[in-house]
């Protein structure tokens, strides 16, 4: 788990809709979940309501193991919300996952200065817990 908070407080958080809902419950639950096309495999992620390869409306979640690999990231040096102000620099990641087709997720990477990061840095998922309702996924060095 995460050690502390990656945000301060007053950052605000998602909203589950209809289309998410299983999503945010997987995090709950400490599972990054991870849409498939029930009908093609193909893993997408944001979760959404068409499959941009075959175009079915079926979908399934599998869970991945959370381990991957940095596809890219930027270290922002401007505050875009007042709830960031104190905290620039941050790095906003883009993770490769191992599993689940390769799919792309975005979350940042913690416990590591951002100094360190570079592209192919291998991962692994850790669990910030915002509230007794909210955890959010996020990224650490693997084996650190």
Not at 50 to 66: H, K, L, M, P
Not at 104 to 121: A, E, F, K, P, Q
């Amino acid at each position: 788990m995460a050690e502390s908070p990656y945000f301060p407080d007053g950052m605000p958080v998602p909203l589950p809709d209809q289309l998410t809902a299983d999503f945010w419950e997987g995090c709950a639950a400490r599972e990054l979940r991870i849409q498939r096309c029930a009908s093609c495999g193909t893993h997408r992620h944001v979760p959404a309501p068409i499959c941009r390869a075959c175009q079915s409306f079926e979908y399934t979640w599998d869970v991945s193991n959370g381990t991957g690999r940095i596809f890219s990231y930027i270290v922002v040096h401007h505050s875009v919300h007042p709830a960031t102000d104190a905290i620039v620099p941050y790095n906003v990641s883009v993770i490769e996952l191992d599993d689940c087709g390769g799919v792309l997720v975005t979350s940042n990477v913690v416990d590591c200065s951002n100094d360190d990061l570079y592209v192919g840095m291998p991962v692994r998922v850790v669990w910030e817990q915002v509230d007794d309702s909210l955890s959010l996924y996020r990224f650490t060095r693997a084996g650190g």
